[in-house]
């Protein structure tokens, strides 16, 4: 994947998570959408911190949860 794309990508991800950053993470990510507006390619690491902030507010959710909705039931008296 391209640098420009995978920038696009985590910024988007990041700006869904806007309301929860703290204030210094937010004028960070408004840094990294103006650079980004100029189409500017990120060093390494402005792309390090920027998957930082992603990891750090990426929802995580547990999958097995649903693994007992989509199972099919079998029967016992077979």
């Given amino acids: ?33 103006k650079r980004h507006k100029d189409e500017e390619e990120f060093d390494s690491l402005s792309m390090k911190r920027l998957r930082e902030l992603v990891a750090k507010y990426e929802v995580k959710r547990d999958k097995s949860a649903f693994d007992a909705l989509f199972k099919p039931k079998q029967d016992e008296t077979n």
């Fill in 1 to 33: 994947m391209s640098l420009l794309r995978e920038q696009r990508k985590l910024l988007e991800q990041l700006g869904k998570q806007r309301r929860k950053l703290d204030p210094r993470e937010l004028e960070e990510l408004k840094m990294f959408e």
